[in-house]
């Protein structure tokens, strides 16, 4: 009778772990100040993507708890987790808030006197305290994101339940969370990478700014990504250069 009630518990949780993971064909309409045409939509969960009318509606592939990204030139990038109200509707409406580039504030500051002990002295800089100054035991090493703590409540389930790690190896949900961690690892790399080579390759090598955003999730995208620019600057300039004639190939054979 319990082994019964066990069987009958993992089908239950099957079941819904697979309702969850159903895709669906949501249509959606993107609102702002200006031109909504050409706005990216990427779906980063499921690498699917799509671009706006000139009335701003789209259709993409999503399912629940999925992030779609909304990016554009001329707007703010917006991230959007679909929900279950989204999946009910199967509609997407997305307002975009237009990007105004302003400088950082300046401020005022008392100058310095260049005596080091005199302007220590006057600082008013505090260092933050940590579990050390308090004499309590902290945890020493590299803090784990989110979706790594995910990870490992996935795959060890706490100390009493073992066959929450069995359910989501058979679910898929460990093998999705695995997925989520390489992306967002990608992502920083990406990130970096645009920060350190961004200005200097885009002068010189000619592609118009309104497609910039849409190449960089292009270079991220090829499976070799990591591998090729993950190691230095110069073997990622390399490979952004051998990307670009191939997005500019794609580019003409649109038009």
């Known amino acids: ?31 702002g100040d200006e031109d909504v045409e050409g706005i990216h939509v990427l779906n980063k969960t499921s690498f699917t993507s799509a671009t706006s ?5 789209f259709s993409i592939s999503a399912k629940l708890n ?22 009910a509707s199967k509609t997407l409406r997305v ?9 950082d504030e300046v401020f005022l500051v008392k100058p310095l006197s ?9 600082s008013k800089a505090r260092p933050l305290i940590n579990f050390y100054d308090v004499g309590i035991p902290g945890y020493k090493g590299k ?7 995910r990870l490992f409540e996935a795959t060890n389930g706490g100390r009493f339940i073992s066959l929450i790690p069995i359910i989501n190896a058979i679910t898929g949900r460990t093998k999705r969370i695995k997925a989520q961690i390489k992306l ?9 990478l645009k920060n350190d080579l961004s200005e200097d390759f885009f002068e010189n090598n000619t592609l118009d700014e309104q497609h910039h955003v849409d190449f960089f999730y292009f270079v991220q995208e090829d499976p070799l990504f990591r591998q090729k620019c993950g190691a230095s600057n110069l073997e990622a300039l390399m490979f952004f250069k051998l990307k670009l004639e191939q997005y500019n190939q794609n580019l003409s054979e649109k038009e």
């Open 1 to 31: 009778m319990k082994k019964n009630k066990l069987f009958l518990t993992v089908i239950i949780l099957c079941g819904f772990y697979y309702t969850q993971a159903q895709k669906n064909e949501l249509s959606g309409t993107i609102s």
């Open 53 to 57: 009318n000139s009335d701003g509606v």
């Open 66 to 87: 999925d992030t779609v990204i909304f990016s554009a030139v001329q707007y703010k990038t917006l991230f959007k987790v679909i929900n279950e109200d989204d999946i």
């Open 95 to 103: 307002a975009l808030e237009t990007f105004v580039n302003e400088l």
């Open 114 to 122: 260049g005596n080091l002990l005199d302007d220590v002295s006057n």
């Open 143 to 149: 803090q784990k994101t989110q979706s790594e703590r």
């Open 184 to 192: 967002e690892n990608d992502d920083a790399l990406l990130s970096r």
